[in-house]
Antibody
Framework: QVQLQQSGTELVKPASSVKISCKASGYTFTSNYMHWIRQQPGNGLEWIGWIYPGNGNTKYNQKFDGKATLTADKSSSTAYMQLSSLTSEDSAVYFC??????????WGQGTLVTVSS | DIQMTQSPASLSASLGETVTIECLASEDIYSNLAWYQQKPGKSPQLLIYYANSLNDGVPSRFSGSGSGTQYSLKINSLQSEDVSIYFCQQNYDSPYTFGAGTKLELK
């Protein structure tokens, strides 16, 4: 069965960077787009972007250009999202989600990022 | 960006009742509309894709309909486990935007 296992909670300082991982199993990692989605406390969902692990192609929500960088390691079936120049506004739960039917059909458990000095 | 306006923001209903949640897109999204259910502290789960296709394992009391800019999610015979927040999302054009969510509670 498809499983997406995300890395654990992060407490990071303002102006720093953080890299979140999403390890995929149960399917061919290179065959499906991987999306990333943000959920700020008490707020709704925002789509950050996708990566196609098969060739490394990416597409970003313009809002996250320069903030988020998506990469994928085929050898370990792991997708990554690096967030840079962190501010308190970046405190949120971040999800990876595998694409199927053009939507986010399988979700990781989420990674809480808290930005605080 | 395509704006997704979801209504109502919250909804209280009794067990066994039928509830409907609406989603209005700011432009035609050609049925590229998904519905997700999110329980407290959990990840969203896909219920419906392409406006009316039920995802595997989703109970048949859930159904989706609509076209153009107007879409709806219907839950027949409400069960206690349906208490959740429901989100719509358009996947027609990037960025793939979500509605603000509908919080469904039991009366």
């Amino acid at each position: 069965q498809v499983q997406l296992q995300q890395s654990g909670t992060e407490l990071v300082k303002p102006a720093s960077s953080v890299k979140i991982s999403c390890k995929a199993s149960g399917y061919t990692f290179t065959s499906n787009y991987m999306h990333w989605i943000r959920q700020q406390p008490g707020n709704g969902l925002e789509w950050i972007g996708w990566i196609y692990p098969g060739n490394g192609n990416t597409k970003y929500n313009q809002k996250f250009d320069g903030k988020a960088t998506l990469t994928a390691d085929k050898s370990s079936s792991t997708a990554y999202m690096q967030l840079s120049s962190l501010t308190s506004e970046d405190s949120a739960v971040y999800f990876c989600a595998r694409d199927e039917f053009g939507v986010q059909a399988y979700w990781g458990q989420g990674t809480l990022v808290t930005v605080s000095s | 960006d395509i704006q997704m306006t979801q209504s109502p923001a919250s909804l209280s209903a009794s067990l066994g009742e039928t509830v409907t949640i609406e989603c209005l897109a700011s432009e035609d999204i050609y049925s590229n509309l998904a519905w997700y259910q999110q329980k407290p502290g959990k990840s969203p789960q896909l219920l419906i894709y392409y406006a009316n296709s039920l995802n595997d394992g989703v109970p048949s009391r859930f159904s989706g309909s609509g076209s153009g800019t107007q879409y709806s999610l219907k839950i027949n015979s409400l069960q206690s486990e349906d208490v959740s927040i429901y989100f719509c999302q358009q996947n027609y054009d990037s960025p793939y935007t979500f509605g603000a969510g509908t919080k469904l509670e039991l009366k």
